[in-house]
């Protein structure tokens, strides 16, 4: 790797990890989408947003956490089987091809998702156990599969029906995306046994942005604006991998 385009990279994770750790998310995605619009590698991009994922996942765990939003009987029945799911998915390796498509397609998704989240009015009502169990197990799946930790998936799930308020909401992500990132990453480094070589600088990266936007995030500034940026952002990247 170039020092110009790690310098591109290094300044993408920090951006990217202030504006989703905002809203409760550690940023895979926004992760991806900088990886994927600088060329990288797949066997490169899984394992780096994933670690990068862990370490702004902390960070916002805490943050929401110190401010009163977190909720563990919201988190545990998401959490309890998306952590094994995340574990099966993060050790399959799929074709580039196919990786490619998939990605662009949860790009899209979570592209979306920000456009619709940011409108939304929400009557607040528990989820039922048995569906949120097996919501888990989709979305921790899902998550070790294309190196993401799930907050694009189980918050738009928990303002959509209605289930948490965005605070909430974003408290319980941060704690669900630290877990899955974790094993979604074991299971891929039990299967490649090696990390990236560049990863470092970009771990300081992100703990600078991670510290600051979850830090405004969970007590400073409201997020409709952010999610339109980040919508856009991840348009450009979901439609760059499917179309080429």
């Not at 020092?3 to 992760?31: D, K, P, Q, R, T």
């Not at 949120?132 to 979305?139: D, K, R, V």
């Amino acid at each position: 790797m170039t020092i110009e385009l790690l310098i591109l990279l290094i300044a993408g994770v920090f951006v990217i990890a202030v504006l989703y750790s905002s809203v409760g998310h550690a940023g895979a995605s926004g992760y991806i989408a900088v990886m994927s619009l600088l060329s990288m590698a797949p066997a490169v991009i899984k394992p780096t947003a994933l670690s990068l994922n862990i370490l702004v996942a902390s960070i916002a765990t805490w943050q929401f956490y110190r401010a009163g939003y977190f909720s563990w009987a919201l988190f545990w029945p998401f959490a309890a089987l998306a952590v094994p799911f995340a574990f099966v998915g993060g050790h399959l390796n799929l074709p580039t091809h196919l990786f490619k498509m998939l990605l662009g397609v949860v790009l899209l998704y979570s592209a979306l998702r920000f456009f619709i989240q940011s409108k939304q009015v929400l009557q607040i009502h528990e989820p039922p156990r048995t569906l949120a169990l097996a919501s888990g197990a989709g979305i921790g799946f899902l998550s070790g599969l294309t190196g993401t930790g799930g907050g694009i998936f189980l918050t738009p799930l928990l303002l959509f029906m209605g289930w948490a308020d965005a605070k909430r909401a974003a408290a319980v992500s941060a704690l669900f995306v630290l877990v899955n990132s974790i094993s979604g990453l074991a299971g891929n480094f039990s299967a490649t046994k090696s990390l990236p070589p560049f990863i470092i600088p970009l771990l300081v990266a992100a703990a600078l942005g991670g510290s600051l936007g979850s830090y405004f995030g969970s007590r400073r500034i409201q997020s409709a604006t952010i999610k339109r940026l980040l919508a856009l952002v991840l348009l450009i990247a979901g439609l760059k991998l499917i179309f080429t």
